[in-house]
Nanobody, 120 residues
Framework: VQLQASGGGLVQAGGSLGLSCAAS??????MGWFRQAAGEEREFVAA????????YYANPVKGRFTISRDNAKNTMYLQMNSLKPEDTAVYYC????????????????WGQGTQVTVSS
């Protein structure tokens, strides 16, 4: 599955950004967003099940980020509100293969990443 992420940018703290990820097809049960800050490991942000629409969030983003999908377009979205400087990272979308939705090793196709920078 090929993935194309878009929508990153620079925003002030408290602002909002929306990301999208267009997939060439579907694989596994979930699509997910991960992020990687400079010098840090890649971490889980959110995931959504293709069929049920069930959503999963990392604790730091609960209540601020919303993941959604459009099955007809094979596209996933991440609406990020009340952004904080600690949300600054490269955001990656990923296509699930098998295993936990929370683990990066469960995903085998990754988009190119899009930079999100939140200024204080």
């Amino acid at each position: 599955v090929q993935l194309q992420a878009s929508g990153g940018g620079l925003v002030q703290a408290g602002g909002s950004l929306g990301l999208s990820c267009a997939a060439s097809g579907r694989s596994g049960y979930f699509m997910g967003w991960f992020r990687q800050a400079a010098g840090e490991e890649r971490e889980f942000v959110a995931a959504i099940a293709w069929d049920s629409g069930n959503t999963y969030y990392a604790n730091p983003v609960k209540g601020r980020f919303t993941i959604s999908r459009d099955n007809a377009k094979n596209t996933m979205y991440l609406q990020m509100n009340s952004l904080k400087p600690e949300d600054t990272a490269v955001y990656y979308c990923a296509s699930h293969r098998v295993g936990s939705a929370y683990r990066a090793t469960s995903y085998d196709d990754w988009g190119q990443g899009t930079q999100v920078t939140v200024s204080s």
